[in-house]
């Protein structure tokens, strides 16, 4: 298997891993010193601090349901477009989002480094979400 084809592997994997929300698991497919750049959100650094990022969203749903619509790779570059989506069961960054359901698409470019993710740009409809919860029109 190609350096590439192992990196969409994995790519595709770090996606199913979100949803189970295991610390250990979860890490598994990341570097130390990865970066999430979420635009609208401050950039986060670290591995600890990624996981941390991840588990307030998707922990706060009861259903985080995700699921990979189309894969390219190149090298060290894997770019998922995905859906997900679920309900929350609690408030989430200070939003009245409990009980609401919600569902919208992302695309991640996810940078490579020996195997492992060490850079994620992660662009989600977050417009699309806010109107599913009520947040704006």
Not at 23 to 50: F, H, K, M, N, R
Not at 55 to 84: N, Q
Request: aromatic share 10%.
């Amino acid at each position: 298997m190609s350096d590439t084809e192992q990196n969409q592997k994995v790519g595709i994997l770090w996606l199913e891993l979100l949803s189970k929300l295991d610390s250990v698991a979860a890490s598994e497919p990341y570097t130390d010193d990865i970066v999430l750049d979420s635009p609208g959100q401050d950039l986060v650094e670290g591995l600890a601090a990624v996981f941390a990022f991840e588990k307030s969203f998707i922990g706060a749903s009861e259903s985080y349901s995700p699921r990979v619509d189309r894969v390219m790779a190149s090298g060290d570059s894997v770019v998922l477009h995905y859906t997900h989506g679920g309900k929350f069961k609690s408030n989430w960054n200070d939003l009245p989002v409990a009980g609401k359901t919600w569902e919208c698409r992302g695309i991640a470019w996810l940078t490579f480094r020996d195997g492992k993710i060490c850079h994620m740009l992660d662009v989600m409809e977050r417009a699309t979400m806010y109107q599913q919860l009520g947040l704006m029109n």
